[in-house]
């Protein structure tokens, strides 16, 4: 089980780093689990779509622990990626606008009892979400270019 309170890991970082932050990456006291798997994962599988995308410098920590990257093109389009927590219905998710392309894909249910059955982890299924996510992107990008 992650522990409720996270101090961000040595590559998410990097992350941060690169991302030029107004917040020094020592100052940042919560990154909620779920978005940080989100997070490490596209810097260890998805760096070069991050890059490539201009990502790794539109980072940005919101204090409830989720976090929003923007696209280049955000002051434009509000091109960005994001994650986000539901109150009311007690699901966390990772969002996706870019031009005619806005997903949602489900990272965890609050109100499914932990033992409920499912042959992946949680950061498995959040692995999966991230990649799909990203497939999905670069299959529209012809369009939206």
């Given amino acids: ?9 040595r590559s998410l970082h990097r992350i941060i780093v690169r991302s030029f932050l107004a917040v020094e990456p020592e100052k940042i006291e919560y990154v909620h689990p779920l978005s940080q798997i989100v997070l490490e994962h596209l810097e260890s599988t998805q760096s070069n779509f ?8 539109g980072l940005r920590l919101q204090r409830d622990g989720t976090f929003e990257i923007r696209f280049p093109s955000y002051e434009i389009d509000r091109a960005r990626i994001w994650t986000s927590f539901d109150k009311e219905e007690k699901k966390h998710w990772l969002n996706c606008h ?5 997903g949602r894909y489900m990272l965890q249910d609050n109100k499914k009892p932990a033992w409920h059955s499912d042959s992946k982890s949680t ?23």
Avoid at 2 to 8: K, N, V
Avoid at 50 to 57: I, Q, S, W
Avoid at 125 to 144: G, L, W, Y
């Fill in 1 to 9: 089980m992650l522990p409720s309170r996270l101090l961000p890991s």
């Fill in 50 to 57: 991050v890059t490539a995308h201009g990502l790794d410098r």
């Fill in 98 to 102: 870019k031009g005619d392309l806005v």
């Fill in 123 to 145: 950061p498995e299924k959040i692995c999966d979400a991230v990649d799909a996510m990203i497939e999905r992107i670069n299959a529209e990008e012809p369009h939206t270019k």
